[in-house]
């Protein structure tokens, strides 16, 4: 069984829309919870992260964690072209750098 | 400021050949992870940096790979020899401290073995 788990996608919405991308995962000691964005031929770009859990908000952007489901999800609110990107979880135990990816979900927002 | 610079961007070897590729972290962090991506595959950690020394390498997959930090600057991750199932994407990241939500990665180094 993956650490974590993501559904690869790929996912279309039409501009406007909310975006809904979800992340499981098994082991209970991660309690970093990161959400990046990556853009076709580039590295991964932090968007927002989150300790343990709970909900934050940023922008048009809210990150979501329910430790008691081992389940974490991203809300892209009025999506917009330019959010056309693959998004990848990542997560983290307590003090440790080492970050544990999802696969990715790779996003289309159609104009 | 500048990111995370890695080289080369791409770069194609056969099977058997050695390659270097190259990371310039941000100026200023001590901390310097590899990671790869292969075809299909997560983002899997490799190894972390911490200045000149190798604080961790519980990623790397074989004695093939050979990561250096030379003077706590830029680092060199070498494969010799190369094997088809090498291929895929390295990324680098730096960070000033530790914490996990600290790491900016580069744009990686796709490795193609032929």
């Known amino acids: 069984q993956k650490e974590v788990e993501q559904d690869p996608g790929p996912l279309s919405v039409p501009e406007g829309a909310i975006v809904s991308l979800n992340c499981t995962y098994s082991?209970?000691?991660?309690?970093?919870f990161m959400w990046y964005r990556q853009y076709s031929r580039k590295g991964p770009e932090l968007l927002m992260y989150?300790?343990?859990?709970g909900n934050k908000e940023d922008g048009r952007f809210t990150a979501q964690v329910d430790k008691s489901s081992k389940y974490i999800s991203l809300f892209i609110r009025d999506s917009q072209p330019s959010d056309s990107a693959t998004y990848l979880c990542a997560m983290s135990r307590w003090n440790d750098y080492k970050l544990s990816f999802g696969a990715g979900t790779t996003v289309t927002v159609r104009a | 400021e500048a990111g995370v610079t890695q080289f080369p961007s791409h770069s194609v070897i056969e099977k058997g050949q050695t390659v270097t590729l190259r990371c310039d972290p941000i100026?200023?962090?001590?901390?310097l992870y590899w990671y790869r991506r292969v075809m299909g595959k997560e983002i899997k950690f490799l190894l972390h940096f911490v200045k000149e020394s190798k604080q961790d390498e519980s990623g790397m997959p074989n004695n093939r790979f050979l990561a250096e930090r030379t003077g706590g600057t830029y680092s060199t991750l070498k494969v010799q020899p190369a094997e088809l199932e090498d291929s895929g994407v390295y990324f680098c990241?730096?960070?000033?401290?530790?914490?996990?939500?600290?790491?900016?990665f580069g744009p990686g180094t796709r490795l193609t073995v032929t």
């Open positions: 082991n209970s000691a991660f309690q970093y």
């Open positions: 989150t300790y343990s859990s």
């Open positions: 990241a730096s960070s000033p401290g530790q914490g996990a939500y600290e790491q900016y």
């Open positions: 100026s200023g962090h001590d901390n």
